[in-house]
């Protein structure tokens, strides 16, 4: 089954920093995106790269995308106290009327 | 700038009742879904509905949901016959375009079946 898969599952960095969080999945998409989501809350959509888009950038978030490797990851450059949350990746195969999630990276921003 | 909106954001009931969770999606969106994500761990995508009938639904959704989209704003899952196993954080979620769009995701509706 499509099933999106984040590592680490949970990253504590110091502010400032650079958090990389990575995402694998199993099948053939159409595209893959990345949600955050504060504790207890719903997500919100980060930013979206197709499945023919190899990098994507918006703001401090910088995502690729390897198809061959069926792999994204999640790039946050200069790390708030603020960014403090949970991230997660989300496929949408071809024909599906659904995103699928992965398990997500819990980050945490030490200041 | 709009947004989905979930009522009630609590919802405590014993098992084996009937429990309606309401969501009020962005108003020209098209394509509604809900989600659950028991604590701790993923986001499990339950059903996807368009033009009043669900296009996709998991092996979550069983006999004792339902979805229905009474009127032009609102769209409510329901869970028949509660069990323990429910309690989750439901999420409706809607978008513009069937597939390839983000979701726009509501606060949720945390379930405690007691």
């Known amino acids: 089954s499509q099933q999106g898969e984040e590592d680490p599952q949970a990253l504590s960095i110091q502010e400032g920093e650079n958090a990389t969080m990575n995402c694998s999945y199993k099948t053939s998409i159409n595209n893959l995106q990345w949600y955050r989501q504060n504790s207890g809350r719903g997500l919100v959509h980060l930013i979206l790269?197709?499945?023919?888009?190899r990098e994507k950038h918006s703001g401090r978030l910088r995502v690729t995308l390897d198809t061959s490797k069926k792999s994204s990851s999640l790039l946050i450059t200069a790390s708030r106290a603020a960014d403090t949350a949970s991230y997660f990746c989300a496929t949408d195969a071809a024909g599906a009327q659904k995103l699928v999630f992965g398990q997500g990276t819990r980050l945490t921003i030490n200041p | 700038e709009p947004e989905v909106t979930q009522t009630p954001s609590h919802q405590v009931t014993q098992m084996g009742q009937e429990v309606i969770l309401r969501c009020v999606p962005i108003?020209?969106?098209?394509?509604f879904y809900w989600y659950r994500q028991i604590l701790g761990q993923k986001v499990e995508f339950l059903v996807s509905f368009y033009n009043n009938e669900i296009s996709e639904k998991s092996e979550i959704f069983d006999d004792q949901f339902s979805v229905e989209r009474p009127d032009g704003s609102n769209f409510t899952l329901k869970i028949r016959s509660t069990k323990l196993e429910d309690s989750a954080m439901y999420f409706c979620?809607?978008?513009?375009?069937?597939?390839?769009?983000?979701?726009?995701f509501g606060s949720g509706t945390q379930l405690s079946v007691l």
């Open positions: 790269i197709r499945s023919n888009e």
């Open positions: 979620a809607s978008s513009e375009i069937r597939t390839g769009g983000k979701l726009f």
């Open positions: 108003s020209n969106h098209l394509y």
